[in-house]
């Protein structure tokens, strides 16, 4: 969602800046903005609703000047996107601030500030914050104690930057639900809430905790935990490469992330299956000895990992033969569950930031999980610092907001450790060497379905006039059709719903006519008889369908259905391998409709609030 960026430093600071909102777009916004201090303390501020091109545009025009600047990107939460809601935001014209997150009682807050005299221009719960920092500071020697009383009258989450006008030398930090870095130069100090920001000036980083304050200078960084204690966070060299927002021959990055797919599941897997063999330390240290104990798995996840872990329940069950549950964590986490004997918590994120999924997390442990695993794809991220073990899916930077290779590489992830689990639960060697083959065969079977392109591109011109869609599928592929669904969605605004076929007689076919297609995805498996049948109903009803089906499951195009074929591949990997296709349709579907493809409207990236 929002992006931050940060800099302490002796040489002008506004292109890095502007740089660094430029590579957080990416997260989704509405507005941005920029302050920065002189070398005589004079603050300048620039602000402009819509694109960072507008506000770079606008610095052209005004340029400034100075060593000191905060930078931010905005995703509306409280107040509609407006300049005057945009950050940074000013108090008396001393203290700026500018906040990813949610304070949950700036009514309450509000409504004390105007009564010691404060006037908001904006209807933003961070100007509640910049003005309470403000009024701490009356009564604080220092910027860092002000802030530590403020902070600990908020409720909610922030990731916040506070710099003071007449201070030209220092910021500081504070984290609480929100994500923030560190980045380390050479006599120049950065703050970004994603380092991905910072790499064209730093590959050195640290990560806050939850709780932590920091006071930033140009060679010195120091942060108290939430104890009220001098700590220090491990300084690691990040491998990201600095170039991962090129877009290179590619018209979108959602369409670059999809044909990396191969390769990112190469990464996934390199060195990680040897001989047909899982390194289970893969997962981190103690991993055998933890999946030795595991009985039950509960997995927990939003929008497209939530996808991922419903296709491996069903492979959890079926393969390694351990129970599993999979729930969405904003409903986890508000809930009083049980927590079944020698349960494993696993939790999925792109990001390793989505604030649900962490909070859920956070709830498993006091709940007396027995051990949590995530499956994510950023290192250092909050969710991997807290959990107890750890698959690192290797998928690179993936910028488009609609996941690409985020979720094939998950899928991989998963599927690896219901290999690990199964291994103690009574899977035969011979399963764990089909799976293994399988999973290693994967990358150039999506090399042969990425050949299909010119085909979907084709069909995709019979969406042009179309604003409903269904999806089926059934077993491991109904997980598939609701993550086809929600790419339909997100990236072309067309209202798409997915079911298992089976529930089609139990409501959705009334939704049936010559103006509703239905995609089905259809691998040749012990459901497909099932399936067929459930086409049929719907052709019976004048519907004209979309089959995505391999040439051993016998479908044949006429009048009232389509049929794409995808190659045959083993049922085990089916999942992932049916995936690409339906990305390719809404991608192609959604540049016929001329929808923002990377950056859909009102979505973010990396969802960081409730």
């Not at 339909?488 to 067309?494: D, M, Q, R, V």
Request: glycine share 8%; hydrophobic share 40%.
């Amino acid at each position: 969602m929002c992006g931050i960026v940060g800099a302490v430093a002796q040489r002008d600071v506004a292109d890095i800046l502007l740089e660094g909102l430029k590579r957080l777009e990416y997260r989704g916004y509405d507005s941005a903005g920029i302050a920065i201090v002189d070398t005589n303390n004079k603050l300048s501020r620039v602000r402009r609703l819509g694109k960072v091109q507008e506000l770079v545009d606008a610095v052209s025009h005004e340029p400034l000047i100075g060593g000191t600047g905060i930078a931010h990107t905005r995703w509306a939460t409280h107040g509609a996107p407006s300049e005057v809601n945009a950050h940074p935001h000013i108090s008396n014209g001393e203290i700026v601030v500018v906040h990813n997150g949610i304070i949950e009682n700036h009514d309450e807050l509000r409504t004390y500030l105007q009564d010691q005299g404060y006037n908001f221009v904006s209807q933003t719960d961070t100007e509640v914050m910049t003005h309470l920092i403000h009024l701490e500071f009356k009564t604080s020697e220092y910027l860092l104690e002000a802030v530590q009383k403020a902070v600990k009258k908020l409720h909610g989450a922030y990731g916040t930057v506070v710099m003071d006008a007449k201070d030209k030398d220092r910021m500081v930090v504070a984290r609480s639900g929100s994500p923030l870095v560190i980045g380390y130069g050479l006599g120049e100090n950065f703050i970004a809430s994603d380092m991905m920001a910072l790499l064209p000036v730093t590959r050195r980083f640290s990560f806050l905790e939850e709780g932590d304050v920091a006071e930033v200078t140009r060679f010195e960084v120091n942060v108290i935990d939430k104890d009220g204690h001098a700590v220090k966070r491990e300084i690691k060299e990040t491998e990201a490469t600095n170039d991962a927002g090129d877009k290179g021959e590619y018209r979108h990055y959602m369409l670059k992330e999809t044909y990396e797919q191969p390769t990112a599941v190469r990464n996934t897997l390199e060195g990680r299956l040897i001989n047909n063999v899982l390194d289970v330390n893969t997962f981190g240290e103690g991993a055998d000895d933890i999946f030795k104990e595991i009985d039950h798995v509960q997995i927990i996840a939003c929008g497209t990992s939530y996808h991922s872990g419903m296709v491996a329940r069903y492979w959890l069950e079926a393969l390694a033969g351990v129970s599993c549950n999979i729930e969405i964590a904003s409903e986890f986490r508000y809930r009083k569950s049980h927590v079944p004997k020698n349960a494993m918590i696993v939790t999925i994120s792109q990001s390793g930031e989505t604030a649900d999924t962490l909070a859920a997390l956070r709830l498993a442990k006091e709940l007396g999980y027995k051990a949590s695993l995530v499956i994510c794809n950023v290192a250092g991220s909050s969710l991997v610092r807290e959990s107890d073990l750890a698959f690192m899916t290797k998928a690179g930077v993936e910028i488009g907001v609609a996941s690409t290779k985020a979720f094939t590489t998950q899928l991989v992830g998963l599927m690896m450790m219901t290999l690990a689990i199964g291994q103690h639960h009574g899977m035969t060697v011979e399963k764990q060497t089909e799976i293994a083959q399988s999973l290693m065969a994967l990358p150039s079977k999506l090399d042969e379905v990425l050949a299909l392109a010119p085909s979907i591109e084709a069909l995709a011109e019979d969406f042009a006039d179309k604003n409903h869609a269904l999806f089926l599928g059934r077993g491991d592929q109904y997980p598939i059709a609701m993550e086809g669904a929600l790419k339909l969605k997100e990236i072309s605004y067309i209202h798409a719903e997915a079911y298992a076929a089976g529930e089609l007689k139990h409501g959705p076919l009334a939704l049936i006519d010559a103006e509703m297609p239905v995609i089905v995805v259809a691998p040749q498996n012990d459901l497909i008889e099932k399936l067929k049948s459930n086409v049929e109903e719907v052709r019976a009803r004048g519907g004209l369908m979309y089959v995505f089906a391999d040439s051993n499951a016998n479908f044949s195009s006429d009048e009232t259905m389509k049929v794409i074929e995808v190659p045959v591949c083993d049922e085990l990997i089916a999942p992932i391998v049916y995936t690409l296709p339906l990305q390719l349709l809404s991608y192609y579907v959604a540049i016929i409709k001329g929808t923002d493809v990377d950056q859909p409207r009102n979505l973010a990236k990396s969802v960081t609030v409730e």
